[in-house]
Each structure stands twice: as structure tokens, then as C-alpha cells.
């Protein structure tokens, strides 16, 4: 599967965006989906998961509350909707797809456990 991110761009604190990731290849439905962060000299960071169908979706305490990942099937898309951004949310973030069957039995926070990965798109928050 090839995954495009995009949605990334400069936003003041408490703003919002939405975040889209449009897969082509094998059957979308087949994989989870997470979405991930990295911001300069940092490790990427888990912010948030959902299964195939969708029914589950699991986030980071640092996003919880504030943060909403969804799926479209029937689109090939999966979408992080960020609101009230705070400056420390600014990196690249990634989407990221996974055939793991066991995914959210654990480590679903783990980038090793991902297959699939976009090429990432720049949120920057700042006044």
C-alpha cells in the first residue's frame, strides 16, 4: 500500500487542522491505521490508532480529548482532526498502516509494529 498524508501547515495556538492520509494499493480495509509525530530531535511518538473497522481508536494522553482519528473505507482515507493546538504539538506527522492481526493486543504505540508508512506533513504551531 502507498500512503499520502497531507493537511500539514502553520496554525496559531488553540487553532485546528485536519490532517488526511489517502492509501492506494491493496484493499484499504485490511489494515489499521496510526497516526505518529516527530519533532526535531525527538523520537517519533505514538498519538493515535484505529482499527479496520474503525470501531476502536486508542490516542495518546498527550492528544486525548483534543485529538480525533477516523476512517473512510469507502475512501481509502484515514483523517486526524487536531483541535486546540498547543506549540509543543508542532512536528512531521506520519500516517502508518499495519496487517498485524494482534496489533492492539499490544505495542500498538510502536512504529515497529507498522508496515506501511507515508512520507509525513509539517504541522507548525505559533503565534
Known amino acids: 500500500v502507498q500512503l499520502q498524508a497531507s493537511g500539514g501547515g502553520l496554525v496559531q495556538p488553540g487553532g485546528s487542522l485536519r490532517l488526511s492520509c489517502a492509501a492506494s494499493g491493496r484493499t484499504f480495509s485490511s489494515y489499521a491505521m496510526g497516526w505518529f509525530r516527530q519533532a526535531p530531535g525527538k523520537e517519533r511518538e505514538f498519538v493515535a490508532a484505529?482499527?479496520?473497522?474503525?470501531?476502536?481508536?486508542y490516542y495518546a494522553d498527550s492528544v486525548k480529548g483534543r485529538f480525533t482519528i477516523s476512517r473512510d473505507n469507502a475512501k481509502n482515507t484515514v483523517y486526524l482532526q487536531m483541535n486546540s493546538l498547543k506549540p509543543e504539538d508542532t512536528a512531521v506527522y506520519y500516517c502508518a498502516a499495519s496487517l498485524d492481526l494482534k496489533l492492539f493486543s499490544s505495542g500498538y504505540q510502536s512504529p515497529r509494529r507498522y508496515d506501511y508508512w507515508g512520507q509525513g506533513t509539517l504541522v507548525t504551531v505559533s503565534s
Open positions: 484505529i482499527t479496520r473497522t474503525g470501531g476502536y481508536t
